[in-house]
Structures are given as structure tokens and as C-alpha cells.
């Protein structure tokens, strides 16, 4: 079995990780720095946003991955990797844009993301369910 639709989502969000990791490596040469950060609120925020992208979009990923493998209908599939792409994509946006402050589009993201997680959460107990326990 194919799980299109996670697929798309993962090729999004790998991309993604290219353009924050371009951000990080071209401050790591501007600073001639090989770990850790300057006192550059901009360079830290870089550094923040992909770390941030490499803690969520795995497990939100799996979990899309899973759903789609166990059943759960496609579309609730896709919605819930639309909540976890865009979330992703503006928290990066807001973190490097407002240099690791409080943004809007940084605040949206982490609803955004937090969102899909519970959803993906919540679909999958509910296909477990429907498999199993009822």
C-alpha cells in the first residue's frame, strides 16, 4: 500500500527543511561559527525554526503516514496535513521574520501545529476503535 497524500505533505516539509538549513548554514559561514550561535537574534531564531521544524514535522509526519495506512479517509488525511504544513511553514516564517519574538504568523503556526498533532492523535484512537473495539 502507497500513502500518497503523506508523501506530498513529507516532500513539502523536506523542502522546507533545505530552505531552514540554507538559513543556518549561511549565518554558520557569515560567523564562522560550527556550533552553537552568536549574539545575533537572527542567527539564533534560524537555528530555532529548523530545530523547531525537526522536533514536529517527524512525529506529525508518522502520524499522517499511520492514519493513511490504517484507513482513516483520505480527505481527513489531507486537511490534517494542510494544518501541519502551513503551521510549519508560518511558525518558520514568523520565528526568522520576527528574529525569535512573538509574531503572528509564528503564534499561528503553533496552533496550527499543535492542532494537527491532536487531530492525527485523535483519528488514529478513532480508527484503532473502529477496528478493534467496536
Do not use: C
Not at 503523506?6 to 522546507?16: D, K, M, P, Q
Not at 549574539?39 to 534560524?46: L, T, V
Not at 525537526?54 to 495506512?69: H, K, Q, R, S
Not at 508560518?90 to 487531530?119: D, F, K, Q, Y
Amino acid at each position: 500500500m502507497i500513502v500518497p497524500v503523506t508523501g506530498v505533505f513529507a516532500a513539502v516539509i523536506g523542502l522546507l527543511l533545505l530552505v531552514l538549513s540554507a538559513q543556518v548554514v549561511r549565518f554558520r559561514l557569515k560567523y564562522r561559527k560550527g556550533l552553537g550561535v552568536t549574539e545575533d537574534r537572527a542567527f539564533e531564531a534560524a537555528v530555532r525554526a529548523h530545530a523547531n521544524l525537526v522536533e514536529y514535522a517527524p512525529l506529525g509526519l508518522l502520524m499522517l503516514g499511520l492514519a493513511e495506512l490504517n484507513g482513516v479517509p483520505s480527505g481527513f488525511v489531507y486537511w490534517t496535513g494542510m494544518a501541519l504544513v502551513v503551521g510549519r511553514i508560518l511558525h518558520a516564517w514568523g520565528m526568522i521574520n520576527g528574529h525569535g519574538g512573538p509574531h503572528p504568523a509564528r503564534m499561528i503556526g503553533i496552533i496550527l501545529t499543535w492542532l494537527a498533532i491532536l487531530v492525527a492523535s485523535l483519528l488514529l484512537f478513532w480508527n484503532v476503535w473502529q477496528v478493534y473495539g467496536g
